[in-house]
């Protein structure tokens, strides 16, 4: 990642957008590590309603992406629209561990949601703008990099402030103040929509379809883990308590790998770039499911990371790389609220399969592995 800053002639403008990664993915999981202590303090609120402090971000961020995103890209120039956005992750993310109301917490959640859902198209169709196409595939793997790194980072700084105060780790989301100052110095505030490639394209959304459904699965996938590993690991007691968020980190980190090892991955396999994701969540959920275990726990762990590091980029770079110029106001935001959408659905998706399989977590995701590897081949 190093050389890519180093000798890029426009290295700032690189940083500025790449430091947009470091928020978004996690947005909403940020303060996950405080939610026990924010179910002690507010003990009369329904549980569903607590949780909805880590899934609610993820609901208003698809919203954003369908219904007010491409409204906001028409109107606002790119950095002025940035901004926008990382003051609404920002303030909100903040402001939110100052109430003592449950309802005034989720609004301020929502918020976030909104500024997510603005900078999320942004951080990736901002790359397919500025950049040839012969320099996204390292870009976009960076930029997933980066998002994984971002988790590991925003959970570890909100479980160290949740140690002192709930209140404090919502202090997490003072991470947005850097990609502020960031594209306030180096990011030009071109105007990226254009009218002409929109007239062009209206109407012609399905040419996209493909992308959108494979990163919704893809999404559901990954997603799996961070909403189960925790209670299947309780109940199968294969590590101990105060293993499990360790482990989690490590799977971030070798998500963080796997970004950054994707442009050499896409380049020695080519075309069958798009099975390397597919086969490394087989790997993982079967490790996961049907080895378990202590070496099935952590070899599976590492293989999710690596899976979801390789896959999110492999599908931003080639849409992009259909899209053009317009990826930012065309496919990005369809393919954000995908993501987003997945995550939110993830949960109530487990429990419906559940109850009529009776399958558990690790085995259903071991399904949707199994699905997105058919669709891949179907592409072919």
């Known amino acids: ?20 990664s470091l928020l978004t993915v996690m947005a909403g999981a940020a303060v996950a590590p405080a939610l026990g202590l924010i179910q002690e303090h507010f003990a009369d609120a329904d549980r569903s309603l607590v949780q909805m402090i880590v899934s609610m971000p993820a609901l208003f961020i698809a919203l954003t992406n369908l219904v007010i995103y491409k409204p ?11 901004i926008f956005g990382l003051l609404l992750y920002t303030v909100f993310g903040c402001v939110a561990g100052l109430f003592d109301s449950i309802a005034l917490i989720l609004v301020c959640r929502a918020l976030v949601g909104v500024g997510v859902g603005i900078i999320m198209p942004l951080s990736t169709g901002l790359l397919a703008f500025y950049f040839t196409r012969d320099k996204q595939g390292a870009l976009m793997g960076y930029s997933s990099a980066l998002n994984m790194m971002g988790g590991v980072v925003a959970t570890l700084i909100a479980g ?4 002192i105060s709930w209140r ?3 202090l997490v989301y003072l991470l947005g103040l850097i990609s502020i100052v960031l594209c306030l ?40 883990y961070p909403a189960s590993f925790a209670l299947e690991c ?16 490590m799977m971030d980190i070798f998500g963080f790998f796997g970004g950054l090892a994707f442009s050499a991955v896409a380049r020695k396999a080519g075309t069958a770039v798009r099975f390397a994701a597919p086969a490394l969540f087989i790997a993982a959920y079967a490790c996961l499911g049907l080895v378990g275990g202590a070496p099935g726990i952590l070899t599976g762990s590492a293989l999710v990371g690596l899976a979801n590091g390789i896959g999110v980029p492999f599908i931003m770079t080639t ?15 369809l393919i954000s609220a995908a993501l987003y959408l997945a995550q939110f659905l993830t949960p109530m998706i487990l429990s419906a399969l559940g109850s009529l399989t009776g399958a558990g977590a690790f085995v259903t995701a071991l399904g949707a592995a199994v699905v997105l590897m058919a669709v891949s081949v179907r592409r072919e």
């Open 234 to 249: 309780t109940k199968s007691g294969a590590i101990p308590q105060g293993l499990i968020a360790p482990v989690m980190a």
């Open 168 to 170: 404090l780790s919502f």
């Open 185 to 224: 110095i180096w990011m030009p505030n071109d105007k990226i929509y254009d009218p002409a490639a929109d007239r062009k394209t209206s109407g012609n959304s399905a040419k996209y379809l493909p992308f959108i459904i494979t990163m919704f699965i893809l999404s559901f996938t990954f997603f799996v």
């Open 72 to 82: 906001l890209v028409k109107r606002f120039r790119a950095r002025s629209l940035l």
């Open 319 to 333: 849409a992009s790389a259909k899209a053009g110029r317009e990826a930012a106001t065309t496919v990005m935001p």
């Open 160 to 163: 160290g402030l949740a140690m």
């Open 1 to 20: 990642m190093y050389n890519i800053f180093k000798k890029h002639r426009r290295w700032r403008l690189v940083t500025a957008i790449l430091s947009l």
